[in-house]
Structure formats: C-alpha cells, structure tokens
C-alpha cells in the first residue's frame, strides 16, 4: 500500500470517527460532563446542532477527499490485477516476435529488457501509469536465452519473463541494391520465445 493509499484510508478512518460523534446523544454528553465537572454549566441544545452540523460537514468532506484519493492513488500506481493483466498480455504478444539485425549483431538481452518493459507499459490499461515498470535481468543471462524479473510501482506480485532466441533464416532480409538488382547485404533473421510465471527469477 503506497503513501497516497494509506493516507486516504486514514481519512476515511477519521470520517467514520466524526460521524460516530455527530450520532452521540446529547443526554449522554451532558451526563459525561457533570461526571466531569457537576458545576459546569449546562450546554444548550443549539451547541449540540451546531455540532452535529460541524461533525457532519467535516465527515463529508473526509469521504470526499478519500475517495478523490484513492482515484488519484490508482492513476499513480499499478495494481496487482493490472500488472497480471499486462505481463500475460505482453507475453501473448512477444511470443513468436521476429526482427533482423545488421553487421552490428543481433539483439542482446539489454534490449529485451527494453522491449519487455515497452509492452507491460503499453497493456496495462487506461488506469494503470505509463510508467513505473521496472525489468530486472537475472543472473547467468546470455543473448540466446535470457530471465527477467517484471515488477512495478504500488503492485506487490512479480513475473519471471523468459526469453529464448532461435534463428531464424525466413526471416532474412536483403534490401535491393543501389542499381535496383539483387543486394549485397542480409540481414539476419531471429525468432523469440517468451513464457511467464509468477514469482521472482
């Protein structure tokens, strides 16, 4: 529970308190205080109106304020259903993902960590942030089969994301040449598999 989200639940907490003192009897007010102090002066009816009034326009605006917040709370931080949600998504949706790379070699697992994080970004809903996902790569990761943890702000669950990379040679592409004819260049092909579970890597 993030910051926002307990400091609104306090406000609600303290609303309930307000109203539960707006419902006490005067009677009883008045029996308290002569316990109290029996030479106290009685309290008129119209202190207890004035009160009861005080009490709720306060409760009110308690509620008001907490449940504004928690609105707020929610456009700022991710929860565990919407992480769920995006991760499998955007596991559905890089399975099979293919891509050519130049001379410069082939994707390294730094990139997966770019991807995977682009695509929990982009599913995770019209309440979920647009940031605050972070992609964690673990231990003994190469370029051909890569782990990651994916957490993210105010979510308390984990994904472990793996990636396994296979060429994949009808995914070459060689661009025409200068002239028009056959070129030169290929760019090679590779092929991604991606699974997921819960729980860290």
């Not at 695509?119 to 996902?133: I, L, N, R």
Request: aromatic share 8%; hydrophobic share 35%.
């Amino acid at each position: 529970m993030d910051a926002l989200t307990k400091l609104n639940v306090l406000g609600l907490v303290l609303s309930a308190v307000l109203l539960a003192m707006a419902c006490v009897k005067a009677d009883r007010v008045r029996a308290w205080r002569t316990s109290v102090n029996p030479s106290a002066p009685d309290l008129p009816d119209s202190a207890f109106v004035a009160a009861r009034v005080l009490f709720l326009t306060l409760a009110g605006i308690g509620v008001y304020t907490a449940v504004h917040g928690f609105g707020v709370s929610d456009d700022v931080s991710w929860s565990d259903g919407e992480l769920t949600s995006a991760v499998r998504q955007a596991t559905d949706d890089l399975d099979g993902y293919t891509f050519q790379a130049d001379d410069s070699g082939p994707l390294s697992f730094t990139d997966y960590e770019s991807l995977i994080e682009d695509k929990v970004t982009e599913y995770g809903g019209g309440d979920a942030p647009a940031y605050g996902v972070t992609v964690e790569p673990a231990d003994g990761n190469t370029d051909d089969t890569a782990s990651f943890t994916v957490t993210a702000d105010g979510a308390d669950n984990a994904f472990c994301t793996h990636i396994e990379r296979t060429r994949s040679k009808k995914d070459d592409y060689t661009p025409p040449g200068i002239a028009g004819g056959e070129g030169t260049l290929t760019y090679l092909g590779y092929r991604i598999s991606v699974s997921e579970r819960e729980g860290e890597c």
